[in-house]
């Protein structure tokens, strides 16, 4: 497994590293992404490390999935966008700048064209209120 001492994604785990938190199970976190590609961009990451799809063990890939899909439905349910980008990065050239296997969840508005990471950090407070929004999705 490569060396994650310095891992930004496990200081967030361990409640080192501040985060807007969404989710949490025993081995799954969510979290809303600092620098949003659009409102409610949301990440899904397994606890344990793994820098990306090759290194992430079955079961927790497996878990992961289920959460992306138990958080993109809340995504949806919250603030109801024209569709759901799933996106996930392996490598530098392919875009990946936190080495820690984390799948994106991006809302999209019909005709919007969006890159893959946010211009600029959001306001905490703003990222605060949409965690707060999707939480209450879970509401029945
Ligand atoms: P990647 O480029 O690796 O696919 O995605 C990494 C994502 O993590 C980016 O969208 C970036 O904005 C987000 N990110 C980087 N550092 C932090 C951080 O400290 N906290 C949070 N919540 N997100 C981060
Ligand atoms: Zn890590």
Sequence with gaps: MSDHSNCIFCGIVRGDIPAVRVYEDEHTAAFMDVQPASPGHTLVIPKAHAANLFEISAADLVATTLTT????????????????????????AAGQTVFHYHVHIIPMQDGQRLGAHGRERADPEVLKALAAKIQNALRP
């Design 69 to 92: 899909q138990r958080m993109a439905r809340l995504v949806q349910k919250a603030l109801a966008p024209d569709g759901i980008r799933i996106m996930q990065t392996n490598g530098a």
